[in-house]
Nanobody, 123 residues
Framework: VQLQACGGGLVQAGGSLRLSCAAS????????MGWFRQGIGKEREFVAA????????YYADSVKGRFTISRDNAENTVDLQMNTLKPEDTAVYYC?????????????????WGKGTQVTVSS
């Protein structure tokens, strides 16, 4: 199983970035997909998740209304559109896959993880 995230970079506060994660080696539609992030000196935290067919999405309070998660089951990809970025969004962002149907905000429910992509938001 491989999860390859891309799209990170440096952006000014108020700007936007779109992260994408390509999955291979798994039956994509059998997995809930999530995004997590870890800032320097911080624990990894939940950002967003989407269910198998994309009908339900879940967000951390800190990103609700600014970030949008989506998936393309034909292409085996999950995206995270990030708008109105803030310096506190600076982190390494990871995509992950979970075969469990509940507790999507808990890292322990995710079996597979990508390597992460750096997002830096300057003030």
């Amino acid at each position: 199983v491989q999860l390859q995230a891309c799209g990170g970079g440096l952006v000014q506060a108020g700007g936007s970035l779109r992260l994408s994660c390509a999955a291979s080696g798994l039956t994509f539609t059998s997995y809930i997909m999530g995004w997590f992030r870890q800032g320097i000196g911080k624990e990894r935290e939940f950002v967003a998740a989407i269910n198998y067919i994309g009908s339900n999405t879940y967000y951390a309070d800190s990103v609700k209304g600014r970030f949008t998660i989506s998936r393309d089951n034909a292409e085996n990809t999950v995206d995270l559109q990030m708008n109105t970025l803030k310096p506190e969004d600076t982190a390494v962002y990871y995509c992950a896959a979970s075969s469990y149907g509940n507790s999507v905000k808990h890292q322990s429910r995710y079996s597979y993880w990508g390597k992460g992509t750096q997002v830096t938001v300057s003030s």
